[in-house]
Nanobody, 115 residues
Framework: QVHLVESGGGLVQPGGSLKLSCRVSENIFNFNSMRWFRQAPGQERDEVALITVGGTTQYADSVKGRFTISRDGAKNTVYLQMNSLNPEDTAVYYC?????????WGKGTLVTVSS
């Protein structure tokens, strides 16, 4: 069974930055892609960013230019650097590993952007 553990969430002021981590229980290059999602209260879970096994990255329009997804294969960890945060970024952030039709989720980490 694949386990993913997110960390790095917390309370940050508008305009601030946070870096989320997603530690995976096995080699992240076993997966076709690694993705970050977020879910705000009362909202659906939306994809924020992805990185493919080949290193291609994609971002939702709402975070493009502010968020950066990266990885460290030696640590089996995927990161989400979030800059210029605003209250609309408040959500639980989830990491997901994709391999073919199978998805594995972490339990999420809460990010709150508030003054």
């Amino acid at each position: 069974q694949v386990h993913l553990v997110e960390s790095g969430g917390g309370l940050v002021q508008p305009g601030g930055s946070l870096k989320l981590s997603c530690r995976v229980s096995e080699n992240i290059f076993n997966f076709n892609s690694m993705r970050w999602f977020r879910q705000a209260p009362g909202q659906e879970r939306d994809e924020v960013a992805l990185i493919t096994v080949g290193g291609t990255t994609q971002y939702a329009d709402s975070v493009k230019g502010r968020f950066t997804i990266s990885r460290d294969g030696a640590k089996n960890t995927v990161y989400l650097q979030m800059n210029s945060l605003n209250p609309e970024d408040t959500a639980v952030y989830y990491c997901r590993a994709n391999i073919l039709s199978r998805h594995y989720w972490g339990k999420g980490t809460l990010v709150t952007v508030s003054s």
